[in-house]
């Protein structure tokens, strides 16, 4: 039983890098439960750390989160303060937080069955929203993202003590394998890359823009990459991309005319909110890393929706 402050994947504290093998499951679903999708892609979620659902969500549900998505980004200033993110170089928009907090449709969104039983059933907990945001990969000028597993900086400068939650892109626009979608590397999820270099103060300022603290060493990525290779999953709108919290992923620049667009959510185990940073001297703001959370979310009714 973990206590109240050991701290199983150290990460920035050591002078060099160390792979540790991961203390938790990846799917722990309740007895009983019934699973939302297909057995054998929750094994493959499993075996990989991370799976694409085509067609969860219809074109007319699509359409209306993109023009929400688009008056976010048109109209910054009806946005909670620091919410809005800029691309470093050219000022573009690159995404806008607490997207649940500031929209009815995300905030649907975020609690719609399709997803929020699906984090359910994978995590065998209820849940709640870690973080949301819009990423935004605007055609010719998006920057990249680079390597890394965001449970390092959740857990390092938000405090989320274990494994224990997921991500779920929803795919707002149509990607196209050239212009910089998500890669990942299967498998990478069952090991943690310890990251050197202590946390600067307010390091969320800068790393939202590009990240250069908590990233993976060069080594420890080629030896993953090794072991699992590289996807780089390319769905159409309307389809979800979920992925642990620590499987290696990154993006490439995007030069192309291809706008990229996603809504992003963090479901994290309701027994494993946040405590005090493990290699922060103070937590990440709230909009970032939501820690006024009262209960979990609350279940709606599931609709005649089902994907394989």
């Given at each position: 039983?973990?206590?109240?402050r050991e701290?199983?994947?150290?990460?920035?504290?050591?002078?060099?890098?160390?792979?540790?093998?991961?203390?938790?499951?990846?799917?722990?679903?309740?007895?009983?439960?019934?699973?939302?999708?297909?057995?054998?892609?929750?094994?493959?979620?499993?075996?990989?750390?991370?799976?694409?659902?085509?067609?969860?969500?219809?074109?007319?549900?699509?359409?209306?989160?993109?023009?929400?998505?688009?008056?976010?980004?048109?109209?910054?200033?009806?946005?909670?303060?620091?919410?809005?993110?800029?691309?470093?170089?050219?000022?573009?928009?690159?995404?806008?937080?607490?997207?649940?907090?500031?929209?009815?449709?995300?905030?649907?969104?975020?609690?719609?069955?399709?997803?929020?039983?699906?984090?359910?059933?994978?995590?065998?907990?209820?849940?709640?929203?870690?973080?949301?945001?819009?990423?935004?990969?605007?055609?010719?000028?998006?920057?990249?993202?680079?390597?890394?597993?965001?449970?390092?900086?959740?857990?390092?400068?938000?405090?989320?003590?274990?494994?224990?939650?997921?991500?779920?892109?929803?795919?707002?626009?149509?990607?196209?394998?050239?212009?910089?979608?998500?890669?990942?590397?299967?498998?990478?999820?069952?090991?943690?890359?310890?990251c050197v270099?202590?946390?600067?103060?307010?390091?969320?300022?800068?790393?939202?823009?590009?990240?250069?603290?908590?990233?993976?060493?060069?080594?420890?990525?080629?030896?993953?990459?090794?072991?699992?290779?590289?996807?780089?999953?390319?769905?159409?709108?309307?389809?979800v991309v979920?992925?642990?919290?620590?499987?290696?992923?990154?993006?490439?620049?995007?030069?192309?005319?291809?706008?990229?667009?996603?809504?992003?959510?963090?479901?994290?185990?309701?027994?494993?909110?946040?405590?005090?940073?493990?290699?922060?001297?103070?937590?990440?703001?709230?909009?970032?890393?939501?820690?006024?959370?009262?209960?979990?979310?609350?279940?709606?009714?599931?609709?005649?929706?089902?994907?394989?």
């Amino acid at each position: 039983m973990q206590t109240a402050r050991e701290d199983l994947y150290q990460t920035r504290l050591n002078t060099e890098p160390e792979l540790i093998h991961r203390k938790d499951p990846v799917v722990s679903p309740k007895d009983g439960a019934n699973a939302p999708v297909a057995s054998e892609t929750i094994a493959a979620f499993e075996r990989d750390g991370f799976m694409v659902l085509e067609d969860v969500f219809s074109p007319e549900e699509v359409e209306r989160m993109r023009f929400t998505a688009n008056e976010m980004r048109d109209y910054p200033g009806s946005l909670a303060d620091e919410t809005v993110i800029s691309e470093p170089d050219s000022g573009a928009v690159r995404s806008v937080f607490a997207i649940h907090r500031q929209s009815s449709d995300f905030d649907l969104m975020s609690r719609d069955p399709r997803l929020a039983d699906l984090a359910r059933h994978i995590l065998g907990d209820e849940v709640y929203i870690h973080q949301s945001r819009l990423n935004y990969k605007p055609a010719f000028k998006g920057k990249e993202f680079y390597w890394h597993s965001d449970f390092e900086t959740w857990h390092a400068e938000d405090g989320m003590p274990r494994m224990r939650a997921l991500s779920m892109s929803v795919m707002l626009t149509d990607n196209h394998p050239q212009a910089g979608p998500v890669m990942f590397v299967p498998g990478s999820h069952k090991r943690f890359i310890s990251c050197v270099g202590e946390t600067p103060e307010d390091n969320y300022k800068s790393s939202l823009k590009r990240q250069e603290t908590g990233i993976p060493d060069k080594d420890s990525i080629a030896d993953m990459v090794a072991k699992g290779g590289i996807v780089a999953p390319a769905p159409k709108a309307g389809s979800v991309v979920i992925f642990d919290c620590n499987t290696l992923h990154a993006s490439n620049g995007n030069i192309t005319p291809f706008e990229r667009m996603n809504g992003f959510f963090v479901f994290n185990a309701w027994s494993n909110r946040l405590r005090a940073p493990f290699g922060a001297g103070r937590p990440r703001p709230e909009h970032i890393a939501h820690r006024k959370v009262d209960a979990p979310l609350k279940r709606i009714r599931q609709q005649q929706h089902h994907v394989a």
